[in-house]
């Protein structure tokens, strides 16, 4: 495989023939319209294929680091605005964190912990239905739960309620 010759050509194609040819290399379609990652994941995939991939013992060697190894997904935001840092234990979707996130925030001296459910958080062995719900609880006073526990910022916060 010659893959500067596949790269011009791929490089060469609209989105919808990117598409096709992630389908038919795939197996299966795709929505993604960032041309760079399907040009890169249809190069890999026609190399690994060419190639060949991992051999099933170097497999089952990166499974088991991986099984041993607390692989962070995300780092840690740093909100220098509001003079903290959140850290947050797991990988977010659209929506907010997933289920057994935890989200921990430094507050008035004292560190916070919120663990993620799938139907709320709790916090200090109690259950809440939101974020926001947690931040009163905390604070006495409301607050935007995801703005209090630094998931969005103000900016963010307004656009979403608009």
């Given amino acids: 495989m010659n893959v500067a010759k596949e790269l011009a050509s791929l490089n060469a194609l609209g989105m919808n023939d990117l598409r096709a040819v992630y ?8 929505r993604v319209g960032n041309r760079t990652f399907l040009v890169r994941r249809i ?3 026609m190399q690994s294929q060419e190639e060949g991939t991992l051999s099933e013992r170097a497999r089952q060697r990166a499974e088991a680091i991986a099984d041993e190894a607390y692989l962070r997904t995300t780092i840690p935001k740093l909100h220098a605005a509001l003079g903290r840092q959140v850290v947050v234990h ?4 659209k929506g907010g964190p997933t289920a057994g996130t935890v989200i921990t925030r430094q507050y ?5 912990s919120v663990t993620v459910l799938a139907d709320g958080y709790e916090y200090e062995g109690q259950r809440y239905g939101s974020l926001s719900a947690v931040a ?3 604070t006495g006073s409301h607050w935007n739960g995801n703005l209090f526990f630094g998931l ?3 900016k963010e916060a307004r656009h979403d309620a608009a």
């Fill in 90 to 93: 797991a990988p977010m979707h």
């Fill in 136 to 138: 009163k609880a905390v």
């Fill in 23 to 30: 389908a038919r290399v795939f197996g299966e379609s795709t």
């Fill in 108 to 112: 008035k001296g004292r560190t916070l």
């Fill in 152 to 154: 969005t910022n103000k």
């Fill in 43 to 45: 190069l890999w995939r």
